[in-house]
């Protein structure tokens, strides 16, 4: 079986959230499964792309309303990645920096899927399955069932994966003419709520649609940013899927950006070296609790309860926790971090921005993490922290409330919340101080956590099981 998955975003070559992880992941373990899986994804002009080398598999051209571009596609040569890797490189659009927030952002990725498909179209055979992710690749299952060129792609079968329905891709109908010819009766399928609607177009025409979690397809049913009506009438082909991670980047016991490798056997030891790494650098106290959070700085997030609730756990737990943030996003929430660390004269430091490596060592080094978030589809991190024995203090919602079980219940291993509020959270952080001071009782929760299995190997072959409920 031949799977193309079509995306946004690909770890290493980019990415900004857990769809990046996913589509880095995925594909590799579906291979171990004896599956040939295909990732393409925009080449977007960042380090990836300036330190591996390419081949041009193929050169066309294509409209894009009245605008012609050229465009490459580029396969990685070294298969480093353990699949191939094709990266859609079109000059004056896509050869950007970064992968979102450009004012063209649609006529971007209506480019990018245009290519796959004049792409796909030109190949000797079709691939077996086409699996779309999120809303950037989300007009591909309409093209390929109703656009004019791609009459020979009508049969091949098209996977949405939802990732977030917050977003949604949505765009004017007065940029109609820049989609491919396509039967006009079925325009729309494009439609809802007066704009054309890529996720909504893709949940209408995929073959199957599956979510990342089994808890937040659930909460789509009645939340899903105005899908709610439509996907409960698809729901005959939704299925959730629990994302899993790679356990060969995500290892303490090999992991190259921790300064301590640890393993069950050496948890305590290895986490409380990495801990002094982190706190010398940050300047915290490695004696204390450390609640740390890693993430977007975004409402979806709770990021913007994250001020208060630091400011009241420091109030009423005087010098008995640390906390530490590292994100970036909401320019607000920023501004509100750096006033909190300016006004608390211990306890608390941040750093703003991205860093892969610096995220490693909190995992490695925290005792805590805290996900107070509003929406969580499914949710990497708390699996990364469990990976790494580190406690996540998770909000119940989509896939945190699928995979972390509250340490007061029997064979729990974490800490949970019901609501997306100060009160509710600090509370929590009084629970994880307590737990703290139970060496014995810390040192089983973190031992109960790093024995659990989140690796892609039973997610991928659910995926692959989808797959093979659409043939004939």
Not at 207 to 219: D, I, Q
Not at 284 to 294: E, N
Not at 338 to 355: D, K
């Amino acid at each position: 079986m031949e799977i193309l998955h079509v995306s946004a975003e690909c770890y290493p070559v980019a990415k900004v959230g857990g769809l990046g992880d996913v589509v880095g992941a995925l594909p590799k373990y579906q291979y171990e499964l004896g599956a040939i899986a295909k990732v393409v994804v925009p080449a977007y002009r960042n380090k990836y792309y300036d330190t591996h080398e390419f081949d041009v598999v193929h050169q066309a051209g294509m409209w894009l309303g009245h605008d012609w571009y050229h465009f490459n596609v580029l396969k990685e040569r070294s298969n480093e990645l353990g699949f191939d890797l094709y990266l859609v490189d079109i000059p004056g659009l896509l050869d950007t920096p970064g992968v979102y927030g450009y004012p063209n952002d649609t006529e971007r990725f209506l480019a990018f899927q245009i290519a796959v498909l004049d792409w796909i179209n030109e190949w000797n055979h079709l691939p077996d399955v086409v699996h779309c992710h999120d809303h950037h690749t989300g007009l591909i299952p309409f093209l390929m069932s109703y656009g004019y060129k791609y009459e020979r792609m009508k049969e091949v079968p098209s996977v949405l994966t939802i990732h977030n329905a917050q977003y949604q891709g949505q765009f004017g109908w007065d940029k109609l003419y820049l989609i491919p010819s396509f039967d006009l009766w079925k325009s729309g399928l494009l439609d809802w709520g007066g704009a054309i609607n890529p996720l909504a177009a893709a949940i209408k025409c995929a073959w199957r649609v599956t979510t990342v979690s089994p808890g937040y397809l659930e909460e789509l049913y009645s939340n899903a940013n105005g899908l709610e009506w439509l996907i409960n009438h698809e729901r005959a082909k939704t299925a959730g899927i629990i994302n899993g991670i790679d356990t060969t980047v995500w290892d303490p016991a090999t992991d190259t950006m921790v300064p301590a490798h640890f393993d069950l056997d050496t948890v305590t030891e290895g986490k409380k070296e990495n801990k002094q790494t982190l706190c010398e650098r940050f300047g915290l106290d490695a004696s204390l609790p450390l609640v740390s959070f890693i993430g977007r700085l975004v409402g979806d997030k709770g990021a913007d309860l994250l001020p208060d609730i630091i400011n009241r756990s420091l109030h009423e737990l005087p010098g008995e926790v640390n906390f530490l943030v590292l994100g970036s996003g909401d320019p607000h929430v920023e501004w509100l971090l750096q006033q909190t660390r300016n006004e608390v004269s211990y306890g608390f430091n941040l750093h703003i921005g991205y860093n892969e490596a610096l995220s490693h060592l909190i995992y490695a080094g925290s005792d805590f993490l805290l996900m107070p978030s509003r929406v969580e589809p499914c949710g990497l991190n708390q699996l990364y922290a469990l990976r790494y024995g580190t406690v996540p203090m998770v909000r119940s919602t989509g896939g945190l409330k699928d995979t972390v079980a509250d340490f007061g219940d029997p064979g729990g291993f974490g800490i949970r919340f019901n609501q997306a509020g100060v009160w509710d959270a600090c509370y929590s952080v009084k629970r994880a101080v307590e737990l703290f001071n139970d060496t014995a009782h810390l040192s089983e929760i973190r031992q109960r956590g790093m024995r659990l299995n989140h690796s892609w190997g039973r997610s991928a072959q659910q995926y692959l099981d989808v797959y093979n409920s659409m043939k004939g």
